[in-house]
């Protein structure tokens, strides 16, 4: 193995540092007992731990993806090391065969044969239209009737193994917990039942489909050939960085621009008004497409920034995360701030000006805490639009950078082949399952999260 | 007519069913008003719903009978209880605001009903229509069909209220506490108004109410509800003269009433049972001062005292509230001593903006030159009808709003244009207990740090461990357990939460409560914990109170001190006996004489006063009461009255006093 050069991108930078603050925050809760207690009311909620597990593996897909190095190429001993171009992430290191067993084309989920015809020249038969094997997919098989049964094995053979492993898990749970009946009967504190019933259900597909995809495409393969699976594998992380950084761009100002303006009133509301009234009344798209042309310019005459592709598509990632920060706060803000000219009037507010509390004070004990079930379902709402925005920006060309897969440029590359005969579903399929499951989850994980933090549902 | 038989109404929560109404039996003759009477959360609302079949999505009905006119009601299909519902059976609620739909004229909401149940649409429709509205006592007909809610006053939102359940020509009326939300002078209004219709049609009625005076006034027979069970079925003459149940006696003994003027009230300990915990013995035990061993095991069977009057209780004795407990409280008789906080044209104007460049183009006088003043340890209360300005005088004193003249002399110092830190070394003097006690504790901060909230902003108890030391003493004070610093509001019943209210304001040893209705949205056993704890306070701390308030039974019973308020002005002021005794000012007169009283011989002579309050952005010129005052002359209509002594503390602006 040759030597290798970490390469730290600034999106890299900030999902780490979003894990430190997440365990930063997370030592302060344990410190805090009534934190902790309502933290522990979404841990004994079922649907919220499901939701969390399978959140928590798209993470860790994430987060995977979020090494980045690159390989030292071969050469001669006291020459300077050169590295590779080109930037992997420990992800993609640990599904090499998926990047590099690419096909030439479109290929059905668990095909032989590709989904073209091609001219192939057989001796004795001189050059015939025939559907040509893969050259990766099933290409183990000698006999292509076999692949029923050998799919089949292979699936009860790592399916058993999976189920293997759950229970060990599940046995050190039960364990620890007292039993596997109090863990059966949801008598835990943590709803491990919900948790282990997930996991089963993640093991039990992830395992046999990892194996398999090592001799087949389980999901197909695109227009040039690379595995959608491999695919999906690196949306996830576009997704996640764009749900998350942006929700981090736009949330604080939201926040502060919508409290400020409906609990002083007079000229600084009038201001924010005009503010957002102003960005609202300029077609989105429009705006983003202008402010992510204007950077690509940028981008594009200054190449000596950066060193590698990987490099200049992260940052237009991240300025495109921004971008779109900046023209989405006017909804939630303008909904923070009629729920504050409500929550202004009521008696508590006034009970506390009465004493003196200062203005900033009063906002950040009586009213923020009052409108956090509000932020926190704009914030899910906020993130699968997110998702969705990217795709249609993606299509209009002023997403990410083409060479960065996405959820948004995977529904794209697949919308036109919709329209062919037969039709090409599986890209599409594959991409709007991942991005259901994802979003599916924060919802129900953060409807969890709002319930154990009502004082009044608890 | 009606006739309900072991009723069982419940409610399914979380794979259990709670019994709201637990087998209660009672009937309605025709031209006969019951009441039922009692607290909130005893299940009166829910039996009214029951019984037209209306009950929320989780409800439902387990079992009994409701005949009208012997046909079974419960059996019914839906499509036929239809034409029952507005036909022959009509409900009056409680919100005039809420029940009319604001996008629809009256004229559609009542022809809605005379097309559904009558056929009648078109002209005669609307003939009959502007018969309807006569008959609620709507002036100009005509022209109010054709307008919306929002152009109608509170009454006449109730009076329309009225016309749509008369529409449909029904048998039995069920009005759930029509008159709650209105003024005492609307409230006279719309309950002559309901007496009248009844005997004029032969109505039965079903009146839902927690007001003991309305029952005086309303009811023939009064049926008294407790944890979802009927205890006491009476008619009016045997119910105030002769209660039997302990807890009507109760109910009675809780009243403030100037009779009780410097005692403590009776009040009822605890709170009414949840649903999920009903007690398998008799429901009222353990808040019962006359509990027996019995009491606990069995529930008790109906007992027949006098013919008609029958009661659910073990108890045979008498007078379950012994009045000899009631010990003198305060000093009623405290020597005024120098005022410590002085008012004196006092003006709180907020503009009317129009248009785009949002010019002012006048004012609403909320507040229009008031003078008061209160001496250390007295309880002024000052009075006023909804709309008055006798909150945003309050707010005003603490300077929340902003007056826009005048001044607010504190122990010699100005209060108005004060600001920063002077402002709040001030507020530490003055503070404020509010009206609803679920509106002013903030959900999600926990009782300990409500109450040390004012402790910290002002400064007094920096260190911890004295602070918390300092909340868990107050909580004593106010009579809760030192427990309750961790846990949130939404715990606490209603008026354990004003406790709380009160605590957080006496937090900063206050020399002043500004109490804005502290107790009109509890009910009378809790409202007399509050006002017992309130005058004990008082008599320990020597805290004075401005009392807000529109309850004159409150105001007999507390205050030392009375100022009349009407329309942003003080109409009349002086001592409580003076004021109420012998008051000058026409509204006063009405005001009192318009409080329905729980006593059977309650209605001498009325003053009804017709209209409603005008509103403040343009009020009558002259006097302000002269649209509705029978004195009036010309003299009135023209020029607003100066103010005149009556005696020393007593005076009164009004032209003609006395």
Same mark, same amino acid.
């Given at each position: ?18 894990? @430190?603050?997440? /365990? ?122 076999? @692949?029923?049964?050998?799919? &089949? ?48 259900? /993640? ?109 200049? &598509? ?11 920060? /900046? ?18 009037? @009521? ?63 995977? /529904? ?47 | ?53 209306? %009950? ?23 499509? !036929? ?33 005379? +097309?559904?149940? %009558? ?27 054709? +307008? ?62 927690? !007001? ?5 006034? =309303? ?58 915990? =009903? ?43 012994? !009045? ?107 503070? =404020? ?21 004012? =402790? ?34 939404? +715990? ?23 109490? !804005? ?142």
């Amino acid at each position: 193995m040759s030597g290798f050069q970490v390469v730290v991108l600034w999106s890299d930078v900030l999902v780490w540092l979003l894990v @430190l603050a997440g /365990i930063g925050v997370g030592v302060l809760i344990a410190k805090s007992p009534p934190l902790l207690a309502a933290w522990r009311r979404v841990g004994a909620n079922r649907v919220g731990m499901a939701s969390a597990t399978l959140l928590l593996a798209f993470i860790v897909i994430g987060l995977l993806d979020s090494l980045h190095y690159r390989v030292a190429l071969d050469g001669k001993p006291g020459v300077k090391t050169q590295y590779a171009i080109e930037v992997l992430s420990v992800l993609d290191a640990l599904v090499t065969p998926l990047r590099t067993q690419n096909e030439k084309t479109y290929s059905a989920p668990f095909a032989t044969h590709l989904y073209a015809k091609e001219s192939i020249e057989r001796p004795g038969l001189g050059t015939v239209r025939e559907y040509p094997r893969l050259k990766f997919g099933a290409s183990h098989l000698a006999d292509t009737a076999t @692949l029923a049964d050998d799919v &089949a094995a292979t699936a009860l053979r790592t399916g058993a193994l999976a189920l293997f492993a759950w229970l060990a898990l599940a046995a050190v749970v039960a364990f620890r917990c007292g039993g596997w009946r109090a863990v059966w009967r949801g008598d835990t504190v943590f709803a491990w039942n919900a948790v282990l019933a997930t996991l089963a259900a /993640i093991l039990l597909v992830l395992v046999p489909l990892f194996a398999l995809a090592g001799d087949y495409h389980v999901f197909g393969t695109d227009k040039v050939g690379q595995d959608v699976l491999y695919q999906i594998l690196k949306s996830v992380r576009t997704a996640l960085i764009i749900g998350l950084v942006t929700t981090l761009v736009m949330l604080p100002m939201a926040v502060l621009l919508g409290i400020v303006a409906g609990y002083f009133r007079g000229w600084i509301d009038d201001v924010i008004q005009y503010l957002y009234t102003v960005l609202n009344s300029i077609p989105g798209v429009l705006l983003i497409a202008a402010a992510v042309l204007m950077m690509q310019v940028v981008i594009d005459t200054h190449p000596e920034w950066f060193a590698t592709a990987a490099e200049r &598509a992260d940052l237009r990632l991240l300025a495109l995360c921004f971008i779109l920060g /900046i023209t989405s706060w006017t909804g939630l803000c303008r909904l923070l701030r009629g729920e504050t000219l409500k929550l202004r009037e @009521l008696e508590y507010i006034q009970a506390a000006q009465a004493f003196g509390v200062s203005s900033w004070r009063i906002i950040l004990r009586h009213i923020l805490p009052n409108l956090m079930h509000i932020v926190i379902i704009a914030l899910v709402m906020d993130f699968s639009g997110l998702v969705l925005a990217e795709a249609v920006l993606s299509y209009v060309g002023i997403g990410v950078d083409p060479t960065m897969t996405s959820f948004g440029t995977m /529904i794209n590359n697949a919308r036109m082949e919709l329209g062919r005969e037969p039709v090409v579903w599986w890209s599409l399929a594959a991409a709007f399952a991942a991005m259901f499951l994802l979003v599916l989850a924060a919802n129900l994980f953060a409807d969890a999260v709002r319930d154990a933090f009502d004082p009044r549902a608890a | 007519m009606l006739e309900v038989k072991d009723l069982r109404l419940g409610f399914s929560s979380a794979r259990q069913m709670l019994a709201a109404v637990d087998g209660i039996s009672f009937t309605i003759a025709k031209g006969e008003t019951f009441a039922l009477l009692g607290e909130s959360g005893c299940g009166k609302s829910v039996t009214a719903q029951g019984i037209l079949r209306l %009950l929320p999505a989780a409800g439902r009905v387990l079992g009994g009978s409701v005949r009208l006119d012997g046909e079974e009601l419960l059996a019914l299909p839906e499509a !036929d209880m239809r034409a029952y519902r507005g036909g022959r059976m009509a409900m009056i609620f409680q919100e005039p605001a809420t029940s009319l739909n604001p996008v629809l004229t009256v004229g559609r909401q009542i022809g809605e009903v005379l +097309e559904r149940h %009558l056929d009648m649409t078109g002209e005669p429709a609307r003939q009959r229509m502007l018969e309807l509205l006569r008959q609620v006592g709507i002036a100009d007909p005509e022209r109010r069909l054709d +307008e919306y809610p929002f152009q109608l006053s509170g009454g006449m939102k109730q009076r329309v209220m009225i016309a749509i359940a008369l529409a449909g020509e029904p048998e039995l009326l069920i009005a759930d506490e029509p008159t709650t939300a209105l003024d005492v002078t609307v409230q006279a209004q719309i309950l002559d108004l309901l007496a009248g219709l009844q005997a004029e049609r032969g109505m039965g009625m079903l009146l839902i109410t927690h !007001d003991l005076g309305v029952v005086a006034r =309303m009811a023939h027979r009064i049926g008294v509800m407790y944890a979802g069970e009927l205890v006491e079925v009476a008619s009016r003459e045997d119910f105030f003269t002769n209660p039997r149940h302990p807890y009507t006696q109760a109910l009675f003994a809780a009243l403030p009433e100037v009779s009780r003027r410097g005692q403590k009230l009776v009040t009822i300990p605890g709170q009414v049972p949840s649903l999920a915990a =009903m007690p398998s013995g008799c429901r009222f035990a353990d808040r019962c001062p006359q509990v027996m061993a019995i009491c606990r095991e069995q529930s008790p069977a109906w007992r027949e005292t006098t013919a008609g009057h029958v009661v659910r209780c073990h108890w045979q004795g008498d007078r379950a509230v012994d !009045d000899a407990a009631c010990h003198s409280l305060t000093e009623l008789d405290l020597q005024a001593a120098q005022p410590f906080l002085e008012v004196a044209e006092l003006k709180v104007h907020f503009p009317i903006r129009k248009g785009i460049l949002q010019r002012i183009v006048g004012h609403v006088r909320a507040v229009d030159g008031v003078a008061l003043a209160i001496a250390p340890g007295r309880t002024l209360a000052l009075v006023g009808e909804s709309g008055c300005g006798k909150t945003t005088v309050g707010k005003a004193l603490l300077q929340l709003i902003k007056p826009s003249a005048g001044s607010v002399r504190l122990g010699g110092s100005e209060l108005v244009g004060l600001s920063g830190r002077r402002l709040r070394a001030a507020r530490r003097h003055m503070q =404020m207990v509010f009206q609803d006690p679920f509106a002013s504790l903030n959900p999600r901060l926990r009782v300990g740090e409500i109450i040390a909230e004012g =402790m910290g902003a002002l400064g007094l108890e920096k260190e911890r461990a004295a602070q918390t030391a300092a909340v868990i003493a107050l909580l004593q004070q106010v009579g809760l357990p030192a427990e309750a610093v961790g846990r949130f509001p939404h +715990e606490f019943s209603g008026g354990q939460r004003q406790r709380i209210a009160i605590a957080r304001a006496l937090a900063v040893q206050p020399q002043l409560l500004i109490c !804005d209705e502290p107790t009109s949205a509890l009910d009378v056993s809790v409202q007399a914990q509050i006002l017992n704890l309130l005058k004990a306070l008082q008599a320990d701390l020597g805290v004075a109170y401005l009392f807000i308030t529109h309850n004159f039974a409150v105001v007999e019973y507390l205050a030392h001190d009375v100022a009349v308020m009407y329309l942003g002005r003080i109409v009349e002021r002086g001592q409580a006996e003076e004021v109420l005794r012998t008051p000058q000012h026409p509204y006063t007169r009405a005001l009192l004489s318009a409080v329905p009283v729980p006593r059977l011989e309650g209605g001498e002579q009325r003053i009804r006063l017709p209209g409603e309050t005008p509103s403040p952005a343009n009020p009558p010129a002259g006097c302000h009461f002269h649209p509705r005052c029978p004195k009036a002359t010309d003299l009135c209509r023209q020029t607003y009255p100066e103010t005149t002594t009556i005696s020393a503390t007593h005076s009164v602006a009004c032209h003609f006093p006395g």
